[in-house]
Each structure stands twice: as structure tokens, then as C-alpha cells.
């Protein structure tokens, strides 16, 4: 145990390449619909029946996730917040995906603080929450997410 609690900054830092390598991959689908007598070609994958998807990785994920967020802050900023208030739990509900990469980098720049490691780990169960509904809420999906191995 001395080599990793010696070692944290190394451990977070790899954590960290792992977690950004995962970014890389999908972590959803933009679905078009294409009867299942025509192929899907390339980058669209066939998921489901008459369904095609357009892998999004986790970058475009985020991007699209901020700016939807800066987009309705905007708006509200504005006075044309009204109806939007499903799209914002939605929004911030997929933003709590990214909360270990802001921890990590946290934890990674403030050492050895207590309050630092406490933080960093509550990101990380925040984080675990909506994948765990995502799994149980839409059981009849899992081969659709077992395309995505992002989460």
C-alpha cells in the first residue's frame, strides 16, 4: 500500500488519461431511422430494427451539453425561460458525467488535502448515479448500450 498512497498524484494523473481516452469513444447515438433492408454505411452503425445511430463521442457530448446549457442560461438571462425547465434537468443531469475530469484535475493541482480527496470522491459517486438509472431505467436498451462504451 506505500506505492499507491506515495504515489497518488501518479495514480490521479492516470485515472485522468483514462477517463480523457474514454472521450474518445461513443458514448451515444444520434438516431435516424433507415429500414432494415437498406445497410447503414459508415460511421453509422446499425442498433435496432429500422434504426441507424451516428456514434457521438464524449467531447461532442460535452460540447453539445454546454452549449445547450449557455444556450438556455442565455435565454433566461433574456426572459425566454419558460418551458425550458425539462431541457435543463436534462442538460445537467449529462453534465454529471464530466464531474471526475474537473475532480481529478482538482485533486490533482491541490495535493494532499483532505477536503480535496472528499470532493474528489463525491464527484466520482455523482458521476456513478445517473449511470446506474440510465441502466436500470431503460433495461429494454442494453443492446443499444452495449454500443456505447464511453459511460
Not at 36 to 53: H, M, N, T, V
Not at 127 to 145: H, K, M, V, W
Request: include cysteine; hydrophobic fraction near 50%; aromatic fraction near 18%.
Amino acid at each position: 500500500m506505500p506505492f499507491i498512497t506515495g504515489n497518488k498524484v501518479l495514480w490521479r494523473t492516470f485515472i485522468l488519461a483514462v477517463f480523457i481516452l474514454s472521450l474518445l469513444g461513443p458514448w451515444a447515438f444520434d438516431l435516424i431511422n433507415v429500414p432494415a433492408e437498406y445497410p447503414c454505411d459508415k460511421p453509422f452503425i446499425r442498433l435496432e430494427g429500422d434504426y441507424c445511430g451516428y456514434p457521438i463521442s464524449g467531447f461532442q457530448a460535452f460540447l453539445m451539453l454546454t452549449s445547450g446549457l449557455f444556450n438556455i442560461v442565455a435565454g433566461w438571462t433574456q426572459g425566454e425561460f419558460l418551458g425550458r425547465g425539462r431541457e435543463l434537468i436534462t442538460i445537467l443531469f449529462g453534465l454529471i458525467f464530466f464531474l471526475p475530469f474537473f475532480g481529478a484535475l482538482l485533486a490533482i493541482w491541490k495535493k494532499d488535502s483532505r477536503r480535496w480527496q472528499i470532493i474528489y470522491l463525491i464527484t466520482w459517486g455523482l458521476a456513478c448515479i445517473p449511470l446506474l438509472l440510465y441502466t436500470l431505467l431503460l433495461s429494454q436498451s442494453r443492446e443499444r448500450f452495449l454500443h456505447v462504451w464511453g459511460l
